[in-house]
């Protein structure tokens, strides 16, 4: 199957490139920037931009299926309208050139909550693309676990900081995370299951915790778990700026993450273990092997000492 994805140079988009080759797609990658993306050789990578629809048509030329992993959180106050936008261009562009399906990661979060500017924005980017000519398949997950997450990265430098920790009210709401590693299995595996097209599904890990949970045992694999005191006190836009003062992730980022929390994310709608067959990863191994991989990463990035005499 040829097979297109979006957003590959993005954290879900770098661990799934390789698993859909080792299943023996022909895959495209749609990037801005050819000369600078690094990933597996036998890739096809074409150059455009998701804003510039002109720019798509070479990308879905042929394909059978494309995964759209794109969002523009980065992107500041404007995201939604970004968000919006992208989806649109993508989802008309493979409507003309005869893709049959679509596949889409979505956040976890019952419709009937009150939905955060993220979370809402990721529901509308899901009905644009399942108002297209192609199958869409939705799959919505909770916070993601892996070297390169977002969400992880805060809690992880949340549970290295901060010994003591006074806390939003959030910290007790329950979540369901993932591994990265489960989350492009099953986002591979839903090629292989004609079924699943045109449908919605919700994925999970084997644990659910609250927030409080994570961040001791995140600490506790860190060497120091931090003792957490949630007071009722902290809005949401307060607790993205504590965010920024206490950790390296950007507030612009923080916010949006954090006001997704006061809902629980746990799944409902467990039908995808029946049809897509994953070894589920705990949490803790989930963490051990996210912890391992950032390390590596550092190293590979430190320069080695200079031999010039002094």
């Known amino acids: 199957m040829k097979v297109l994805v979006t957003g590959a140079t993005g954290f879900v988009g770098r661990h799934l490139v390789p698993l859909l080759l080792d299943a023996d797609h022909d895959v495209v990658v749609f990037v801005r920037d050819a000369a600078r993306y690094d990933g597996p050789p036998g890739v096809e990578v074409v150059e455009g931009d998701i804003f510039e629809p002109a720019t798509l048509d070479p990308a879905m030329a042929g394909v059978d299926a494309a995964y759209y992993l794109i969002h523009s959180m980065h ?9 919006r936008l ?10 003309s050139a005869g ?9 976890l979060g019952e419709d009937r909550d009150q939905l955060s500017a993220h979370l809402r924005s990721r529901r509308e980017v ?18 993601i676990v892996g070297a ?12 290295t900081r901060l010994p003591v920790m006074v806390t939003p009210q959030w910290v007790e709401t329950r979540c369901q995370p993932v591994a990265i590693a489960d989350v492009v299995a099953y986002l591979a595996g839903v090629l292989d299951h004609p079924e ?12 659910v915790l609250t927030y409080r949970e ?10 120091h778990a931090p003792r957490i005191v949630p007071v009722p006190v902290l809005t949401p836009r307060l607790s993205s700026y504590w965010i920024g003062l206490v950790t390296d992730v950007d507030t612009g980022v923080a916010r949006p993450l954090i006001e997704g929390l006061k809902n629980p994310v746990v799944v409902g709608d467990d039908r995808i273990r029946d049809i897509v067959a994953v070894d589920e990863t705990p949490f803790d191994a989930a963490v051990e092997r996210a912890l391992r991989e950032e390390r590596e990463q550092r190293e590979k990035t430190v320069e080695p000492a200079s031999t010039t005499p002094t």
């Open 99 to 107: 893709v049959e399906r679509l596949v889409y990661l979505g956040g």
């Open 148 to 159: 390169g997450s977002a969400s992880f990265e805060m809690v992880r430098q949340l549970a």
């Open 75 to 83: 992107a500041g106050g404007d995201f939604e309208a970004r968000d």
């Open 214 to 223: 994570m961040l001791q045992r995140v600490g506790a694999q860190l060497g």
């Open 196 to 207: 699943t097209a045109g449908e919605t599904y919700e994925i999970g890990g084997p644990d």
């Open 86 to 95: 992208a989806a649109r261009n993508f989802v008309d562009a493979a409507g």
């Open 126 to 143: 899901e009905h644009i693309l399942a108002s297209g000519a192609p199958a869409l398949t939705t799959l919505r997950a909770a916070i």
